[in-house]
């Protein structure tokens, strides 16, 4: 089954904890990107990767770390540091034509 | 800064022709992209508009001038499943994809 999957889809964690989002896709993207979107909001861009072993910051990546150690995984840790973590969470795949293809999402609240 | 301004909502009947606009500020431009996105899903892909014109794909369809900085996303024969937020996204000269606030369309029948 190809795509690309985010686990998991509702997540829990209390103050004060850093958690972490997984990203996979076998699509053979080198383009995989990090979303995030409040109610009512447009998408924000968290951190982005273009190829392995190389990432950038967006537009908010205070409180936020990733790794791209291989081409189908692209995780998201949402540290202590983030101080409003509670949001909707998508990872996407970037191809041509600014197409991007979105994962299902991951929702985290913060208890 | 860049920004993108879209209206916040939009209503309509079943069967009627809505337009939503979309004016951009960008540093760079490389194409205006259009998504939907359901309640509680993930955005999809509509269309792509890189040079001025009308792009048509069934029921929708995309414009561009960018000498106006300004797009349009065209949705005809309006159906219930069309309820949804629209939004336009530019890439920038950082190879960036910057979106909108997006557009919450209601159908009504």
């Known amino acids: 089954d190809g795509g690309i999957t985010q686990s998991p889809k509702y997540l829990f964690r209390k103050e004060g904890q850093n958690v972490t989002l997984s990203c996979e896709q076998n699509?053979?993207?080198?383009?995989m990107y990090w979303y995030r979107q409040d109610p009512g909001q447009g998408l924000r861009l968290i951190y982005y990767?273009?190829?392995?072993?190389?990432?950038q910051k967006g537009d908010i990546a205070e409180g936020y770390s990733v790794s791209r150690e291989k081409k189908e995984s692209f995780p998201l840790t949402v540290t202590s540091a983030q101080k409003n973590p509670t949001a909707f969470y998508l990872c996407?795949?970037?191809?041509?034509?600014?197409?991007?293809?979105f994962g299902p999402g991951t929702r985290l609240t913060v208890l | 800064g860049q920004s993108l301004e879209q209206p916040s909502e939009v209503t309509a009947v079943e069967g009627a022709i809505v337009q939503i606009n979309c004016t951009y500020q960008?540093?760079?431009?490389?194409?205006l992209s259009w998504y939907q996105q359901h309640d509680g899903g993930a955005p999809t892909f509509l269309s792509y508009?890189?040079?001025?014109g009308l792009e048509e794909t069934g029921r929708f369809s995309s414009f561009l001038s960018r000498s106006d900085s300004y797009g349009y996303l065209l949705l005809q024969e309006l159906q219930m499943k069309d309820s949804a937020s629209y939004f336009c996204?530019?890439?920038?000269?950082?190879?960036?994809?910057?979106f909108g606030t997006g557009t919450r369309l209601q159908v009504f029948p």
């Open positions: 996407a795949l970037g191809s041509g034509n600014n197409e991007q293809f």
């Open positions: 699509l053979n993207h080198d383009a």
């Open positions: 990767s273009q190829i392995v072993n190389d990432f």
């Open positions: 960008t540093s760079g431009f490389y194409g």
């Open positions: 508009n890189a040079l001025d």
């Open positions: 996204a530019v890439r920038d000269n950082t190879d960036k994809l910057i």
